[in-house]
């Protein structure tokens, strides 16, 4: 058996109807070295078995979970599974470009570095997309390519790689994450702190058709992911992110003011937004998701007296 030069690392769940695509994508891989794909299903089999089991066009390598045990174990069970120099984390939402795995590994010859490209998000015509996610889409792909260096491992997401090199410095993803978010963060701080540069492709800014489509989703989200960064700041007391709780101004008394009311409630807040956007002007619209998103993420923050709170 060929030893592969790249290994693409997927964790899925319910993905039956996503990895259609992606397996298309990684078929149609043009200028490619050898490579394997491992999809790890998270213990829900929802046709995507049989769908594994019937692709033939790909070295594929089906891990199947008995029961759910979240993303990073699936995660883990992948690096820990593959077989390649180049370790392409590859979320089952993604659509690759053609040059997607060429590009993957090109990034990587000769230097140790670890590599990100960024979703670039479809969205459906949803009043939350057209009031806040399009746009603010393309606000946080406009500062990410803004961003310091030293700052890049911020991005670390479901489209990077490593050297195998690396992986085995760093180690696995950390199993204290268990919601939404930050596992992903924590692990490209860990890559920074290794002395490995963390750089940013723009070639390979892929598709991404799954972000949150709704504000009430966005919400759930926020909150999640701010109850997560405390256990990043338990673990890096020393990291050099902004504070979690906004300052001073107009606008951010409002959301530490809105956050202390939908602490308990986010998504309840979220579904009640996506309701008023259809009847309010776009800007109206704007600013009541925006409210609605940040005064989630600081009330899930400020609620979380420990890791392991749950909304």
């Known amino acids: 058996m060929t030893t592969p030069i790249a290994s693409l690392i997927i964790p899925s769940y319910r993905g039956a109807a996503r990895l259609p695509a992606l397996l298309d994508s990684l078929a149609a891989q043009e200028n490619a070295p050898a490579f394997e794909v491992i999809v790890v299903i998270d213990g829900v089999d929802d046709g995507s078995v049989t769908l594994l089991e019937n692709e033939t066009r790909l070295d594929m390598k089906p891990i199947v979970f008995p029961k759910n045990r979240g993303r990073v174990a699936a995660l883990n069970a992948?690096?820990?599974?593959?077989?390649?120099?180049?370790?392409?984390?590859?979320?089952?939402?993604?659509?690759?470009?053609?040059?997607?795995?060429?590009?993957?590994?090109?990034?990587?010859?000769?230097?140790?570095?670890?590599?990100?490209?960024?979703?670039?998000?479809?969205?459906?015509?949803?009043?939350?997309?057209?009031?806040?996610?399009?746009?603010?889409?393309?606000?946080?792909?406009?500062?990410?390519?803004?961003?310091?260096?030293?700052?890049?491992?911020?991005?670390?997401?479901?489209?990077?790689?490593?050297?195998?090199?690396?992986?085995?410095?760093?180690?696995?993803?950390?199993?204290?994450?268990?919601?939404?978010?930050?596992?992903?963060?924590?692990?490209?701080?860990?890559?920074?702190?290794?002395?490995?540069?963390?750089?940013?492709?723009?070639?390979?800014?892929?598709?991404?058709?799954?972000?949150?489509?709704?504000?009430?989703e966005r919400t759930r989200r926020a909150a999640h992911a701010a109850s997560a960064r405390r256990i990043f700041e338990t673990k890096h007391p020393d990291h050099p992110l902004p504070n979690a709780v906004p300052g001073d101004g107009l606008w951010n008394l409002l959301v530490r003011a809105s956050a202390k009311t939908v602490a308990r409630w986010p998504a309840r807040l979220g579904a009640s937004v996506d309701r008023i956007l259809p009847l309010v002007p776009k800007p109206v619209g704007t600013k009541l998701v925006a409210l609605a998103v940040e005064s989630s993420a600081v009330g899930g923050y400020t609620r979380t007296s420990s890791a392991k709170e749950v909304f």
């Open 78 to 216: 992948g690096f820990e599974a593959s077989r390649g120099e180049i370790l392409i984390r590859c979320d089952d939402d993604l659509v690759p470009a053609p040059n997607y795995i060429a590009q993957h590994v090109r990034a990587h010859q000769g230097r140790e570095v670890a590599v990100i490209g960024l979703y670039r998000n479809v969205y459906d015509p949803t009043p939350y997309a057209e009031a806040y996610g399009v746009a603010m889409d393309a606000v946080f792909r406009a500062d990410a390519y803004r961003t310091s260096p030293e700052l890049i491992w911020r991005y670390w997401a479901g489209n990077c790689s490593v050297t195998r090199s690396t992986w085995e410095t760093v180690g696995l993803y950390d199993a204290q994450y268990r919601l939404y978010g930050w596992e992903d963060i924590d692990y490209g701080y860990r890559i920074h702190e290794a002395g490995v540069p963390v750089i940013l492709d723009p070639s390979l800014e892929t598709t991404h058709r799954v972000a949150a489509v709704t504000t009430q």
